[in-house]
Nanobody, 114 residues
């Protein structure tokens, strides 16, 4: 089982990034997928989730209206489009697969700074 995040980097406040999480080794289309983040010195927190078929999404209040989660089951990939980024969005972002088991990726760093 592998979850590999990519797309992180350094961006100025107000900018955008799109994170990707490529999955392998399990039946991706059966799993709900989520994004979490962990800032330095803080606990890991929920960001967004999407159901297995992509029909329903949910977001943390802190990112609602700015971030969009989506998935492509044909590519076994989940995405997180992040717009209007703020310095407080700086964190390591992790994807997570949830169903019979729970799998985590290794994370990708997002830094929002001028």
């Amino acid at each position: 089982v592998q979850l590999v995040e990519s797309g992180g980097g350094l961006v100025q406040p107000g900018g955008s990034l799109r994170l990707s999480c490529a999955a392998s080794g399990f039946t991706f289309s059966s799993y709900a997928m989520s994004w979490y983040r962990q800032a330095p010195g803080k606990e890991r927190e929920f960001v967004a989730t999407i159901t297995s078929a992509g029909g329903s999404t949910n977001y943390a209040d802190s990112v609602k209206g700015r971030f969009t989660i989506s998935r492509d089951n044909a590519k076994s990939t989940v995405y997180l489009q992040m717009n209007s980024l703020k310095p407080e969005d700086t964190a390591v972002y992790y994807c997570r697969a949830i169903w019979l088991n729970s799998y985590w990726g290794q994370g990708t760093q997002v830094t929002v700074s001028s």
